[in-house]
T-cell receptor
Framework: DAGVIQSPRHEVTEMGQEVTLRCKPI?????LFWYRQTMMRGLELLIY????????DSGMPEDRFSAKMPNASFSTLKIQPSEPRDSAVYFC??????????????FGPGTRLTVL | SQQGEEDPQALSIQEGENATMNCSYK?????LQWYRQNSGRGLVHLIL?????REKHSGRLRVTLDTSKKSSSLLITASRAADTASYFC????????????FGQGTRLTINP
């Protein structure tokens, strides 16, 4: 199995631009998670989906962030407009089981986002 | 506030020694998981211990869980240079959505 795939691996953009991060979970997994990691705040859960449905988006910082999962094999995290404080590493993870995040999670390699 | 907090924040030992990292949490949990993160990489799941378990082993890893003290420890025996990484505990709380809440991690350095 190829594992969780994220693209791009690195993104440098200017403040105000739209940023779209992409994730392909492991085939057969029914839960998908978006995390953000910074030195100051550590690893934070932004949103998670179960069977393509958003279950908990309480970690999404503000309306500038949105996430979609149109099908079981693809998800996007969009930031519009981006700000320098959004600079972080964004991870996507997936898991399989009937209890959402209670199971072992498999992480992608992350997208390092820099907003100038 | 963080659900899980690791202690120490950083640990440096000689190759071959044992490394012990601790994790404390605040609310009742469903399970507790330990993950490793190498520099610049994603997290890798190491071990999951359920709330009704007290100890679990996986290779050179030993995890304990004390629900009365709301704490867990991860022991790595006979450390190797390749064990150099950050180690995170993550808890799944009983109430609400089933999601992982990560601590800030322990940065482990194994000196050859």
């Amino acid at each position: 199995d190829a594992g969780v795939i994220q693209s791009p691996r690195h993104e440098v953009t200017e403040m105000g631009q739209e940023v779209t991060l992409r994730c392909k979970p492991i085939s057969g997994h029914n839960s998908l998670f978006w995390y953000r990691q910074t030195m100051m705040r550590g690893l934070e859960l932004l949103i998670y989906f179960n069977n393509n449905v958003p279950i908990d988006d309480s970690g999404m910082p503000e309306d500038r962030f949105s996430a979609k999962m149109p099908n079981a094999s693809f998800s996007t995290l969009k930031i519009q407009p981006s700000e320098p404080r959004d600079s972080a590493v964004y991870f996507c993870a997936s898991s399989n089981g009937f209890r959402g995040g209670a199971h072992e999670q498999f992480f992608g390699p992350g997208t390092r986002l820099t907003v100038l | 506030s963080q659900q899980g907090e690791e202690d120490p924040q950083a640990l440096s030992i000689q190759e071959g020694e044992n490394a012990t990292m601790n994790c404390s949490y605040k609310t009742s949990i469903n399970n507790l998981q330990w993950y490793r993160q190498n520099s610049g990489r994603g997290l890798v799941h190491l071990i999951l211990i359920r709330s009704n378990e007290r100890e679990k082993h996986s290779g050179r890893l030993r995890v304990t869980l004390d629900t009365s003290k709301k704490s867990s420890s991860l022991l790595i025996t006979a450390s190797r240079a390749a064990d150099t990484a950050s180690y995170f505990c993550a808890t799944v709380i009983i109430q609400g959505a089933q999601k992982l809440v990560f601590g800030q991690g322990t940065r482990l350095t194994i000196n050859p």
